[in-house]
């Protein structure tokens, strides 16, 4: 009986070591889990954007969520509800009084948003830029296409197109900080690479399909043998496709070239309507931004001791998202899987 009970003593023993040593292994697992690039769910952060809901933020919004989950923080995104600077600052500042993380914005006007982009900053709320920037303003750094890059590789298609041909024209939004590069890419290659191609129009689409449509049946009544057209949106190049295919007459059809990977422009070039689109990376704009607010938060931005002192390295103030040209041929890799 004596035995017996040392035997449960001994038993007894040894699974409380177990226990203990257990203990002691998921301790020192912790760090791996709670350490590191390992934020805490109450920190929000927000995007804002304008146009909200439209298909060309949903790529976007899933890169910020993805960075989200791996950094275990929060998100809210949020913005106006129209192509319109006053309605978006609105919402910008009706953002900054909730003091968010950090904020994400795709500044639909550069110069009207510049004031309160600043105001977030000198609150202490980390601010980056995507897609559209706003030069002048406080924020910490810009993550999207180089557009002057895009006007250029449209310009360069366009002449593919063409044989380096005849008269071309642009679809635009002039106020709005992105558009303005692609189109002066686009316009200072035509006019530097191809002296048998000429720009005869630049016209306001103002980012909406009607105006686009009405800016594009101008340019076909008084340049009847134009060669293309350039949109440097997306709504823009559906509107220029059904003025195209609405326009009588037998003379050429102008090549079009639009911007960006939504079904509707995909379908579109799928159908030969548009010749070719860009395509931006816009999962990497939201991954990004999401990334940088998060180090901007924790104050692990640029530090020239970063390398020598083995800290977390600088966060960059520019990021080339990249850019694709879609056409017929590869249509089908760009839409959403």
Known sequence: MKKLGLVYVLLIGIFVLYVLNYKQQGNAADPWETTGLRGNIEDKYVMVTFQIGIDYWKSVLKGFEDAAEELN??????????HNASEQMTVLEQTIAKKPAGIAISAVNSKLLTATINKAVESGIPVVLFDSGAEGSKAYSFLGTDNYNAGTKAAD????????????????????HNHQ??????????RSKYPQMKLVAVKDGRGDQVASREAAEQLLVRYPQLAGI?????????????????APGSGPVPQIISFDTDKGTLDLVKEGKIAATMAQGTWNMGYWSLTELFHLHRDLEADPEAYANNKPLPVPDSVDTGIDVVTRQNVDNYYAK
């Open 73 to 82: 923080v929060s998100v809210e995104y949020h913005g106006s509800t129209q």
């Open 157 to 176: 298609k366009m002449a593919e197109l063409t044989g380096g041909k005849g008269e071309v024209a642009i679809i635009t939004t002039p106020d709005q």
């Open 230 to 246: 350039f949109a440097t949106e997306s709504n823009g190049g559906i509107g220029v496709a059904e003025a195209v295919e609405a």
């Open 181 to 190: 590069e692609r189109t002066d890419g686009f316009t200072n290659t035509i």
